[in-house]
């Protein structure tokens, strides 16, 4: 009744960002991401009838952690069980920094969890259940590029993620800058339900993101890494735009942030197609061409000495088990 898996962050192309059920997470908007192949949290996730309560360690350190809590509980439900759950967890990434340690480490402990039961889920089910704790950890179950979608009633079946074809002829590099690896003050789910409560953008920002989605979709098929990345740093700003707009208002973004677009744009000037892209937190990710990523790295280094060049990741693994 143990098992162990690794999943790996992926961090969004098309943002979700909004919830039309904030219990059964379903998005308001369909989204599409990169996973990361530098990032991931490996989890062990272990039930047992003997254990009197669940238990949830990060890092090392013994924590109570409501969304693990909340997330154990939705699992016993969908397994039909009343074992209680030791889970240990290490996350190959910043946590809550914006990098989307809730994407890898949702991704991880359902995959964990599910094995631990002795279940075979397929992929769709694991994305499926991985979105019940968070909804980017919908996408993580699978490597390279993935469309989580929406889906269409309100029971939540048909929303899930799938993988999309990558550009055949591009090779897509993330380069991804810490400005700050600490833990943000209002998390992504906190700050999308305050956007989804009281920005008067949230409206015209789903509206848009379901274009930019269609957009990108079209730019993949066509090779076309000046639409994709127009797109990608469109749909960024447009969801930085809304928070901007909360009551009370928000930005998730610092000088340093700001610092690091401009340097993207000088790159532009000077012939390096790079975009960047920022999610719930002030760290920058540029996407760029393979070919140009030491030169995005070097860009960025003048910035902060954390500058890390990702590449399309691998799929939710087991890596252990009875
Ligand atoms: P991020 O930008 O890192 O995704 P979020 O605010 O979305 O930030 O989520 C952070 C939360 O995700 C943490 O507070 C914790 O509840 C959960 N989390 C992070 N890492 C783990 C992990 N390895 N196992 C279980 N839950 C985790
Ligand atoms: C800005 O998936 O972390 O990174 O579903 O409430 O756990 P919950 O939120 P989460 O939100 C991610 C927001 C984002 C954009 C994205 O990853 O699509
Ligand atoms: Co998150």
């Known amino acids: 009744m143990k098992a162990t898996a690794i999943a790996h962050t992926n961090i969004a192309l098309i943002k979700y960002w909004g919830k039309r059920d904030k219990t059964l997470i379903l ?32 890092n090392g350190s013994r924590i109570e952690d409501t969304k693990v809590t909340r997330f154990l509980t939705i699992l016993r439900q969908q397994f039909g ?39 075979e889920d397929d992929d769709e089910t694991l994305s499926r259940l991985a979105r019940l704790g968070s909804g980017s950890a919908s996408r993580s179950i699978f490597g390279d590029f993935a469309l989580w979608q929406k ?20 090779d897509l590099a993330m380069v991804v800058a810490v400005v700050d690896a600490g833990p943000k003050k209002i998390d992504s789910r906190l700050g999308m339900q305050s956007t989804v409560e009281t920005s008067p953008y949230f409206e015209a920002w789903t509206a848009t993101a379901e274009k930019d ?20 740093e469109r749909n960024a700003l447009s969801m930085h735009a ?14 340093a942030s700001f610092a690091i677009m401009e340097t993207v744009h000088a790159l532009r000037e000077n012939g390096i197609e790079a975009y960047f ?3 719930a937190g002030p760290n920058v990710k540029v996407l760029c061409l393979t070919k140009d990523e ?28 009875d």
């Open 213 to 232: 989605l269609l957009t990108i979709q079209d730019a993949f098929k066509a090779n076309d890494f000046k639409i994709i990345g127009e797109t990608v």
């Open 242 to 255: 809304t928070t901007m707009a909360a009551t009370p208002p928000f930005s998730y973004l610092k000088p």
């Open 151 to 170: 889906g269409t009633d309100d029971t939540g079946i048909d929303s899930y993620a799938y993988p999309v074809v990558a550009p055949t002829e591009l």
């Open 277 to 279: 892209t920022m999610d």
């Open 81 to 119: 069980m009343t074992e209680k759950a030791h889970v240990t967890s290490t996350n190959h990434v910043p946590t809550a920094a914006g990098l989307a340690s809730s994407a890898s480490a949702f991704a991880a402990l359902a995959l964990a969890a599910s094995k631990a039961a002795g279940r």
């Open 27 to 58: 998005p308001a908007n369909s989204s599409l991401s990169m996973t990361l192949d530098q990032f991931y949290t490996e989890t062990t996730v272990e039930w047992s009838d003997a254990f009197m309560t669940d238990q949830f360690t990060l």
């Open 294 to 321: 030491q030169q995005v790295q070097t860009a960025l280094a003048s910035h902060t000495d954390q500058v890390y060049i990702c590449h399309p990741g691998p799929k939710a693994r087991v890596i252990a088990h």
